[in-house]
C-alpha cells in the first residue's frame, strides 16, 4: 500500500506539473466588469494608488512621439481630439483615439508603457466597432487580449432590458447619436499578477475612441457588473484538487478489489 500512495502522489505531481507547463500563456488572468450603463468614470474609493488620465490638458491632433504621464508612465503615437459623438467623457473635454485616417499618418497602434506595474486598468470605450484591440503585456509577454466583439458578448450577458442602454451616446450634447455602438466604462482586475503596458489597436479606416483611461496598484474589491470573474490560483487549485481526487479514486478501488478477493 506504501508503493501505492507514493505512485499516486507521482501521479497526481505529474498531472499538476502538465498542467501549469501547458497553461497558456494568455490563459485568462483578468477579472473583467462594466460600470452601469452612462458611468464613464472608475469607482476610484475602491483603487489603491489610482491615477487617471482624462487627457483634456493635452495638446489635440496626432504625436509621433507621444507623451509623458507623469509619475504613470508614458504613451507613444498618440493621437488626441475634442469631444464629438464618438468620445469624450461626460461629452466635454477631449479624449484618446487610434485612427489611420484622422491621425493622418497611418496610426494603427498606440502604447501605454508603465513604470510601475499595475493591477488594474479602467477606461471608457466609446464607439466601440470591429477594428478595436485592447491588450495588456507583462515584461513583454501578452496576459490578456479585448475586442469590441468581446464588449459586446460582454454587454449581452448583463441583465434584461440593460444591455441596450449601452448603446449610443450617453451624453446630452450628443444624445443617441451613433446607435449602433456600445459605450461603457470597463474594470480589468488582474488577480494573477500585474501588466506593465497596454497596447491599442485598431486596424483600418475606423477609430479606437476612449477617455478616462485609470490605473491602480491594487484595489479592495471587484466592483461594477461583473461579466467575467477569475478566481485567483483557481486553474492550478482545480487540477491539483482534480488529480489528488483521481489518486484517491485509484486508492481506493485497489482496496475495494482486495476486500473483494478476500470475501471469495
Same mark, same amino acid.
Given at each position: 500500500?506504501?508503493?501505492?500512495?507514493?505512485? /499516486?502522489?507521482?501521479?497526481?505531481?505529474?498531472?499538476?506539473?502538465?498542467?501549469?507547463?501547458?497553461? %497558456?500563456?494568455?490563459?485568462?488572468?483578468?477579472?473583467?466588469?462594466?460600470?452601469?450603463?452612462?458611468?464613464?468614470?472608475?469607482?476610484?474609493?475602491?483603487?489603491?494608488?489610482?491615477?487617471?488620465?482624462?487627457?483634456?490638458?493635452?495638446?489635440?491632433? !496626432?504625436?509621433?512621439?507621444?507623451?509623458?504621464?507623469?509619475?504613470?508612465?508614458?504613451?507613444?503615437?498618440?493621437?488626441?481630439?475634442?469631444?464629438?459623438?464618438?468620445?469624450?467623457?461626460?461629452?466635454?473635454?477631449?479624449?484618446?483615439?487610434?485612427?489611420?485616417?484622422?491621425?493622418?499618418?497611418?496610426?494603427?497602434?498606440?502604447?501605454?508603457?508603465?513604470?510601475?506595474?499595475?493591477? !488594474?486598468?479602467?477606461?471608457?470605450?466609446?464607439?466601440?466597432?470591429?477594428?478595436?484591440?485592447?491588450?495588456?503585456?507583462?515584461?513583454?509577454?501578452?496576459?490578456?487580449?479585448?475586442?469590441?466583439?468581446?464588449?459586446?458578448? !460582454?454587454?449581452?450577458?448583463?441583465?434584461?432590458?440593460?444591455?441596450?442602454?449601452?448603446?449610443?451616446?450617453?451624453?446630452?450634447? !450628443?444624445?443617441?447619436?451613433?446607435?449602433?455602438?456600445?459605450?461603457? *466604462?470597463?474594470?480589468?482586475?488582474?488577480?494573477?499578477?500585474?501588466?506593465?503596458?497596454?497596447?491599442?489597436?485598431?486596424?483600418?479606416?475606423?477609430? *479606437?475612441?476612449?477617455?478616462?483611461?485609470?490605473?491602480?496598484?491594487?484595489?479592495?474589491?471587484?466592483?461594477?457588473?461583473?461579466?467575467?470573474?477569475? %478566481?485567483? /490560483?483557481?486553474?492550478?487549485?482545480?487540477?491539483?484538487?482534480?488529480?489528488?481526487?483521481?489518486?484517491?479514486?485509484?486508492?481506493?478501488?485497489?482496496?475495494?478489489?482486495?476486500?473483494?478477493?478476500?470475501?471469495?
Amino acid at each position: 500500500m506504501k508503493n501505492l500512495l507514493m505512485k /499516486s502522489a507521482i501521479a497526481s505531481s505529474v498531472v499538476l506539473s502538465l498542467a501549469t507547463i501547458t497553461r %497558456p500563456a494568455t490563459a485568462a488572468s483578468f477579472s473583467i466588469s462594466i460600470e452601469n450603463a452612462g458611468v464613464q468614470n472608475a469607482q476610484l474609493s475602491n483603487l489603491v494608488n489610482a491615477n487617471v488620465q482624462n487627457f483634456d490638458a493635452l495638446t489635440t491632433g !496626432y504625436n509621433a512621439t507621444g507623451f509623458q504621464w507623469n509619475g504613470v508612465g508614458n504613451y507613444t503615437t498618440t493621437l488626441i481630439l475634442d469631444k464629438d459623438q464618438y468620445g469624450g467623457a461626460g461629452g466635454t473635454g477631449k479624449y484618446f483615439d487610434v485612427d489611420t485616417n484622422r491621425s493622418g499618418n497611418g496610426q494603427t497602434v498606440s502604447t501605454l508603457n508603465l513604470t510601475t506595474a499595475q493591477s !488594474y486598468f479602467g477606461l471608457w470605450w466609446s464607439a466601440g466597432d470591429a477594428s478595436n484591440v485592447l491588450e495588456f503585456y507583462s515584461k513583454g509577454n501578452l496576459v490578456e487580449r479585448i475586442t469590441t466583439a468581446d464588449v459586446v458578448s !460582454y454587454i449581452a450577458k448583463l441583465p434584461n432590458n440593460t444591455s441596450t442602454s449601452y448603446y449610443g451616446n450617453p451624453n446630452s450634447a !450628443y444624445q443617441n447619436q451613433n446607435k449602433n455602438e456600445p459605450y461603457a *466604462f470597463i474594470n480589468f482586475y488582474d488577480v494573477a499578477g500585474t501588466f506593465d503596458q497596454v497596447k491599442f489597436t485598431n486596424i483600418g479606416g475606423t477609430g *479606437f475612441e476612449s477617455d478616462n483611461h485609470t490605473v491602480a496598484t491594487g484595489y479592495k474589491s471587484i466592483t461594477g457588473n461583473v461579466i467575467r470573474a477569475v %478566481p485567483e /490560483s483557481s486553474s492550478v487549485l482545480g487540477v491539483f484538487v482534480i488529480g489528488f481526487v483521481g489518486a484517491t479514486s485509484v486508492l481506493t478501488g485497489r482496496v475495494k478489489k482486495k476486500s473483494a478477493l478476500q470475501l471469495s
